[in-house]
Structures are given as C-alpha cells and as structure tokens.
C-alpha cells in the first residue's frame, strides 16, 4: 500500500488531512501514555527556562493537578499534540502524572458514592 | 524520593458524558454544571474507514478530528468531575473510544420538539453498554411531551431514567447529574445481586 495511513481521507465530511505538526517535530504518538483525563502536575524540578517555548507553554499551565484536556484547550492546540508535549516533560522530569484508569473504574461504588456526595452538596 | 505516592497528590477524575444531537444544550448544561467556562479542544481519532473492500485480514484505518467542549467540577479534595460534550455534528464521534472508555455514565440530552436527533446517541451508548439517563431540556414554548411518550419514541427499557431539566439552571443540571448518579447505584446493586 503506497499511502501512508495518516493521509487517508475517512470520506470528505470526516475532517482535515493529518499532517505532522511541526510543533510536536512531526511525532504523533507519545512515549507516555495519557489520555485526555490524565492529570499532570510540575514537579518544580526543571525550569522553563530550560525549554523551548511549547514545552515551557505547557509547563507554565500545570502548576496544580491538571487534565490533559485543559492544557491542551489553554495552549489551543490539538490534544492529540498536547499529549506528546506532556510526555516529553514527563520523560525529563519536568511533570509527575497519573492517569485516571488508575484510580478510577466506573463500577467502583466508593467513587459513585463520593461523586453523589458531591454533587449533592451542591443543591 | 518526593513523588513515590502520587495518590497523596492528585485526586482522581472521573467522567460523565453529555450528549444527544445538534443544538440541544449540552454545551449549556456543562457551562450550568461547571465551575470554568466550558473549554474545548480536538481530538484524533482512529476509524476504520468506510465504504472500502477491506481484504481479509487487512483493516484500513483512517484518522479525522473531532472537536469537543468539556467543563470541571472539583467535588472535594478527592475527585474532580469532568463533563464531555459529545460532538453534536459529527458523525465520527461514534468511533471515538477514549471518549467513552472510563466514563461513569452519560446524559441524553433531548430536545423536546425534535427527540430524533438524539436516536444516534441512544443507540451509542447502548451498544457501548454505558449506562445513560435521558433529560428532557424544557425550551421555552416547547411541546411538553410526558416522559412515557418519549420513553416509547426513544426506545428505552423501563429501567432507563427520564428527567425533565432547563439546562440552563445550575440546580437544575446539578440534580440530573444526581439522578444519573443515583441509577448507576441503583443499576450497579442490581447486577451484583
Ligand atoms: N430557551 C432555552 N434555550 C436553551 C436551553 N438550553 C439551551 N438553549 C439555547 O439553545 C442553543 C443551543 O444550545 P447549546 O448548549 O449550544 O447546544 P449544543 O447541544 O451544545 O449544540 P451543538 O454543540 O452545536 O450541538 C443556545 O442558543 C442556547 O442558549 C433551554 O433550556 N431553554
Ligand atoms: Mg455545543
């Protein structure tokens, strides 16, 4: 087969051409990885000033537990883009993770309990 | 070594999904719900694609975005909720598995004056087998249809919850979430059983 996956069209109505994105030097998939509901965290020890400008971008965005989700909407980029950003701030150190799957499972009756709690509290 | 327990340092997120079809409110629900304005982003997926003579053993996958809309909600130091809005124009979104994947449950949104543009999302989750609760979203001068017949237009089972809501109000989202929260208790005791 002479395409290369990513440069197939689902149909015209799926959405844009994939292409690699310069910022993220043309890699698509992490090292780490993270989903959208992972929550990263600095860890204070690398600097930004260390880094180039994305990365420090993104570092600067997770001083508390942050999701996957957020930085990637505060940086305005994809999150498939973001998600190679974190991981390489996590392979250097620079953030700590954990994804929710770790802790988190939907039939797990403690967290239901504690998310109704919750909500609850807010009526 | 400072990092050895994350658990002490980040609380667990958990997810609820809002969805249902173009233009129903979900957007507004999750700003009602939320303590941040709804943020949005997109999202590869992997699909396979349609339409083509896939060769036995050869599966032809193809890549497209999605964008989403999410909002946050800290319940206590422990666990923080957030809200996904399903993209209501797209028609991948269907093939997205991380979005589904770990969520606790999801809302259908329906529009009262157009319940069939919510059939798709009904039948999303129903064969993803996430349970889901229906919330009529009462617009202004809407037909009122009772929840029974859109019970029976939807076809749902009698065990699937069906709650009237404004999505606009924060008590009124609010109290969804609990009532969805409350069947998957109730949903989950049943199975055990
Ligand atoms: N009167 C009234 N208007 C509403 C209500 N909920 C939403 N709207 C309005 O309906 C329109 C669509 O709402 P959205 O929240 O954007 O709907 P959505 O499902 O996110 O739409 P898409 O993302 O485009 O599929 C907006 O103009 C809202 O202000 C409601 O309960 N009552
Ligand atoms: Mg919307």
Redesign the interface.
């Known amino acids: 087969m002479a395409v290369h996956?990513?440069e197939?069209?689902?149909?015209e109505?799926?959405?844009?051409l994939?292409r690699p994105y310069t910022v993220s030097n043309g890699r698509?998939s992490p090292t780490k990885s993270l989903?959208?509901?992972?929550?990263v965290?600095a860890?204070g020890q690398i600097a930004t000033t260390q880094l180039a400008p994305e990365h420090a971008q993104a570092l600067g965005l997770c001083n508390g537990?942050t999701?996957v989700?957020?930085v990637?909407?505060?940086l305005?980029?994809?999150?498939?883009v973001?998600k190679v950003l974190l991981s390489d701030l996590v392979d250097c150190g620079a953030v700590?993770?954990?994804s929710?799957?770790a802790?988190?499972?939907?039939?797990d009756?403690s967290?239901?309990?504690?998310?109704?709690?919750?909500?609850?509290k807010?009526? | 070594m400072a990092y050895e327990n994350d658990s002490d340092l980040f609380p667990t997120a958990v997810k609820v999904l809002v969805a249902g079809g173009f233009g129903v409110g979900k957007t507004t629900f999750i700003g009602s719900v939320s303590e941040i304005e709804p943020l949005s982003t997109e999202e590869l997926i992997t699909a396979a694609s349609i339409g083509t003579d896939n060769l036995a053993g050869v599966e032809n996958k193809a890549t497209t975005t999605v964008a989403f809309d999410f909002g946050r909600l800290t319940l206590d130091p422990r666990y923080v909720l957030y809200l996904f809005g399903t993209p209501g124009q797209d028609r991948f979104w269907f093939m997205w598995d991380e979005l589904s994947t770990g969520a606790l449950g999801a809302v259908i949104l329906v529009d009262p004056r157009r319940l069939e543009t919510s059939f798709e999302a009904v039948d999303f989750f129903e064969r993803r087998g996430i349970h889901f609760l229906i919330a009529i979203n009462e617009f202004d001068g809407a037909f009122r249809y009772d929840s029974e017949e859109v019970r029976a237009a939807l076809k749902i089972g009698p065990h699937v919850p069906v709650v009237l809501c404004d999505a606009r109000g924060d008590r009124s989202a609010t109290s969804v979430l609990v009532s969805l929260v409350q069947y998957l208790l109730t949903a989950m005791s049943s199975h055990s059983a």
């Open positions: 996956d990513d197939l069209w689902l149909d109505d799926a959405g844009r994939v698509t989903d959208l509901l992972s929550l965290m860890t537990p999701s989700a957020e990637a909407a505060h305005r980029l994809p999150a498939m973001t700590t993770t954990r929710p799957h802790a988190a499972s939907p039939t009756r967290v239901l309990e504690a998310v109704l709690d919750g909500l609850r807010r009526l």
